[in-house]
């Protein structure tokens, strides 16, 4: 529970929420604490306290987000936040302790290009907010002109089917991950697992680019 109150306070505090909503934020955090509890596997090799962090910041995150007390410009960070921590939750659920010092540095620095890329695609969507006129085109098409975001919008829709709604939901069209994969029909855990293997694949093409 000190791990819980401690991360809400750190969020309340990046987000500078007044106090009551300090305390809805801690409250929040408890229920992600005790989802981790039920869901924890020590089998994984992942520590609690890790696995926990991520449940809990994403408790926080979405009860804020549903309870819509976020201006446009905190709601970009969070999901900012709530996108890296589902991606290195993921990565994390997926690893073995232990191995060789250069398959350790090999897949340090693939996660680094992958959240690179997804800072590309975030900063790509939310300038294509600032500036679409919502009755022209798509979104795809108001940034044609631009180098880096063609590169974008070209690997997005080479994306297979599943892979490209995560991330059209999830950075075009302002869905939590949570919210994505109810819309798709998955859980959060799976819609996590899917948006990692997505930035993967857009990682790798637009190296390829």
Do not use: C
């Amino acid at each position: 529970m000190g791990l819980a109150k401690s991360i809400a306070i750190k969020t309340a505090r990046m987000l500078r929420l007044n106090q009551d909503l300090t305390d809805e934020a801690v409250a929040l955090a408890n229920q992600g604490l005790v989802v981790a509890a039920q869901r924890y596997d020590p089998r994984r090799g992942i520590a609690f306290s890790t696995f926990a962090y991520y449940r809990i910041r994403g408790a926080i995150f979405d009860g804020l987000r549903s309870m819509g007390v976020l201006a446009r410009t905190r709601v970009h960070k969070v999901q900012r936040e709530e996108r890296v921590d589902s991606y290195l939750e993921s990565e994390g659920q997926g690893g073995q302790p232990g191995g060789a010092l250069e398959d350790a540095l090999s897949n340090f620095a693939d996660r680094v290009a992958n959240l690179a890329t997804m800072e590309v695609l975030a900063f790509a969507a939310e300038t294509v907010e600032q500036s679409a006129d919502a009755s022209v085109g798509s979104v795809y098409d108001q940034v044609e002109d631009v180098e880096l975001f063609d590169v974008v919008r070209r690997a997005v829709e080479s994306l297979p089917e599943s892979e490209r709604s995560i991330i059209e939901l999830s950075y075009f069209k302002d869905k939590s991950l949570a919210e994505a994969g109810k819309e798709m029909g998955l859980s959060r855990s799976w819609a996590s697992r899917l948006h990692g293997r997505a930035i993967k694949m857009l990682q790798e093409v637009v190296n390829t680019s």
